[in-house]
Structure formats: C-alpha cells, structure tokens
C-alpha cells in the first residue's frame, strides 16, 4: 500500500462554504468535488483538458479540474456549477441559455456556463470572436455552437441592461 | 486505466529555497509539477511514471515578470495568461505573446507555464520556437548556485535537457535589443485553439537596404526537439530577397529538417510546409 499515509488533509472554499477534505494529494479537484463533496455538476469528459466538461473556477480564473491536484488547491476558493445560481434562482448567465437553446445534453453546460462567466468577467460585452476565444476550450457535440454564442450574447445584453438601470 | 493516486507522492514547498533542499536532499529523482496541463493528463491516462512529484504552482519566487532597461525576464512558473496580460511582453514580444494565445484554451492558459512548456521539452511545443528566435537566455538554480545558458543550447536531444537532477527552470530572459527587426509567426494545425502544431516557425529579422542583415529562426515540429534552423538562418545571411535566395532557403530548409510521421502529419507534408513558411516570411520582406 505504497502511498496510504500520503492522505493530507485539504482545506479550500468551495462555493462560499469553508470544507476540509482528507485525500491523497494527488487526487484530482474533479473527482474531490464529485465523490467526497458530491457535487456533480462539474463533468468529466476527455478527463485531459481538452473539453471543458468538468471547468470550475479557482481564485477566480477558469480551469479544468480533472488537471489540478487536489494539494494545489489548498486555501483556494472554488466555485462550481451549483455556486453559480443565486439563492436557488437561476443565474442570468443560465437563463439565457435556457431561453436561447444553448443547452441540448447538457454535459458541456457546466463548463460553458462557468466559461461564460469568466469571460464576462473580464470582457462585459464580447464580440463573437472574443465568445469564440473565451469558450474555445469548451467542447458541445450537439448545439453546433450557433445558439451558445447567442446565449452568451444574451447574457451580455442583459447584465448590461441591468447595470444601466441601476 | 485510471492511475491509483494513492501510488504518487506530491509535496509543496511553500518557497523556492524549501523546493531546492528536497530536489539537493533526495537520492531519487523528483518531478516538478506547475499547472498539471501536461502531468496530469497522464495520470488520468494511467501513464504517469513518476511517483514523486513536488508541485511548483504559485511559488512567487517563481511566477513574475520584471522589466529592466535591457531585459525582459520572465519566471518559469509565469502561465500564459500571465504572459498574455503584460504590457510590455505583449507590446515589445508580441509574438511570444501570439504563442500564448494559441496554447491550449483559455483554460489551459491559466494553469500551464512557460517554464513547464520549455522543460516538458516537447518538439511540438508552442513557444520555444519564439524563444528561440529571440535568442532567450534560461537561468537555472540549484542549491550549488545559479547559471545562466543560451536557450538555444538547453534541448540535448529527444525529451532530454541541460536541466540537472537538483535543478530548476528559474527564469527566461528576453533581451530587449529588437528594435527595428521584423517578426513572424505561424502555427498550423487543425485549430489554433487546443490542437498541437503540425508545424510552427518563429522568426526574428533585420534587413537593410533589402539586405537580410540578421535572421534567427526558430521550428518546432521539424526536428527531435524545438530547434533553431541554422542552415537556412546561413544560406539567407547578407542576401538580398530574391527568388534565387528564396529556392537556397527551401533547399537548406530541407536539409536540416528531420520531421517525422505521426498522428497528427506526414513528414513529407511538414518539409513542404516548413519550406513555404519561410518562403511566405520572405516574401513579405
């Protein structure tokens, strides 16, 4: 059993909630949120970083959980799919793209919503390269793209909207 | 087949001088590990070989970029969107800071390093290739010291480095002498965005009165590892740009280029390719 006291104990926020997991330090963040923390919103599907199905956010910044250890994430705080809706409400973001049809089997949802976000962020009103690039690690097998753009789109519009009258 | 994590050790140092005593202090190699884009697609693939690892994300010691009057020097644990964010990298570097831009995805950029994209010495890796055209230095630290080698000496041959086992990437330098030379870059691939370089090529001229005064070109995909295209920089050295310069250039790139098949590209495509790429840099001159 090379390893077995290997398991430290890991402390970080995930979605606004202070939690302290006991894991060996390899373990990645994606299977710590879903078998130890079962929160299943984040997703695995290439499990190399290529698709963007299990992307949460990490201090901020956009990343993929199945390529982060469990130790580096020591102190960090993390927001997941479930900390995007705000008090059970669903958040502008997904309500766009529940209205614009950019979600179909939702496997990618999460990781384009969170995505989404972090461009927003950054970017408040994105042109369509700038949503291109912003999701471009971000893989959908069914939308064919066209009405996610238009969900971030959206999105945009409307948190623009809000912030004008205000 | 999922690794069994419970096999791997992982340590943090919480400073770079902590890193350097456990790398001095262990008989056996450890594995540095930044942003995980490269080691842990391994691990989920269940074909990670080291056991032990020690994680260099975050270690400030080792994630800045500091401008000087001269220079320009970028600490290995920098990531790309570091890269991509800086003033002066993007406004005086640009094509380093075009490299980051097509590294993986947004993502990917926010957790692998330049320093990780160097010492994983892959031959395809997106930015040695702009490294090496513009001739960077690589500072490596240790408990026994610290030394500074051209970059274009670090790759010894397929995967291996000058990198020794108690050794760390510290920090690239990018003088900042380039005033008044021309750049280019081109990557292809099946996207920018995620895919890996069929092919890519750096360049970093001066020409005067239509006379190529100073050529540095750097290749990835071309050679075992990412590698500066010496013949063809000599074939072009003082020539004017003409068309009997241009068909010296595709020979000599020819002829020192060893580009292989794989899944991603024929050798035979990546020769033609290498040699048009240059012919289009030339062409804009």
């Not at chain 2, 050295?237 to 794989?262: C, F, G, H, V």
């Amino acid at each position: 059993m090379a390893g077995f006291e290997m398991s430290g104990q890991i402390q970080l926020t995930i979605n606004g909630k202070e939690k302290t997991v006991e894991t060996p330090p390899m373990k990645r963040l994606l299977d710590v949120l879903r078998e130890d923390l079962h929160l299943t919103g984040a997703k695995e599907g290439c499990g190399e970083g290529e698709c963007g199905a299990c992307a949460v956010l990490m201090n901020g910044d956009l990343v993929n959980s199945c390529l982060i250890p469990i130790l580096q994430t020591q102190g960090a705080e993390i927001t997941t799919i479930e900390g995007i809706a705000i008090d059970k409400k669903l958040h502008p973001i997904q309500q766009c793209f529940l209205e614009q049809g950019g979600a179909q089997c939702g496997i990618c949802t999460p990781g384009m919503i969170l995505a989404t976000y972090h461009l927003l962020e950054k970017t408040p009103q994105p042109t369509l390269l700038q949503i291109q690039e912003g999701l471009n690690g971000n893989l959908c097998r069914c939308t064919g793209y066209m009405r996610i753009f238009n969900a971030v789109h959206a999105a945009a519009a409307k948190a623009t909207s809000q912030s004008e009258t205000q | 087949m999922r690794s069994n994590v419970t096999e791997y050790e992982l340590t943090a140092p919480g400073s770079l001088d902590a890193a350097l005593q456990i790398l001095a202090d262990s008989p056996d190699r450890y594995t540095p590990i930044a942003g995980g884009t490269e080691l842990m697609v391994a691990l989920g693939a269940g074909r990670l070989q080291p056991k032990k690892l020690i994680s260099l994300w975050n270690l400030k010691e080792l994630r800045f970029i500091e401008v000087t009057p001269d220079a320009v020097i970028i600490g290995a644990a920098s990531t790309f969107t570091d890269i991509r964010k800086h003033p002066i990298v993007t406004a005086e570097f640009s094509i380093l800071a075009q490299a980051a831009s097509w590294t993986g995805s947004i993502a990917n950029q926010n957790r692998g390093t330049l320093g990780g994209n160097i010492v994983n010495a892959s031959p395809a890796a997106d930015s040695p290739p702009v490294l090496l055209a513009y001739d960077a230095a690589v500072t490596l630290v240790s408990i026994r010291g610290i030394r500074t080698v051209p970059y274009r000496d670090f790759h010894l041959s397929y995967k291996k480095t000058d990198l020794a086992q108690d050794e760390l990437l510290h920090s690239i330098t990018l003088s900042r002498n380039i005033d008044g030379y021309t750049t280019y870059i081109r990557k292809v691939g099946t996207r920018n965005a995620q895919a890996i370089s069929k092919v890519a090529i750096a360049i970093v001229a001066r020409t005067n009165r239509g006379i190529i005064e100073s050529i540095r070109i750097g290749a990835a995909s071309l050679r075992e590892t990412p590698a500066r295209l010496i013949a063809t920089e000599q074939s072009l050295m003082s020539q004017p740009i003409a068309p009997a310069t241009i068909a010296k250039a595709r020979a000599a790139i020819l002829s020192e280029t060893i580009p292989i098949d794989d899944i991603r590209s024929t050798a035979k495509y990546r020769s033609v390719v290498a040699a048009n790429l240059i012919e289009e840099f030339l062409q804009t001159l």
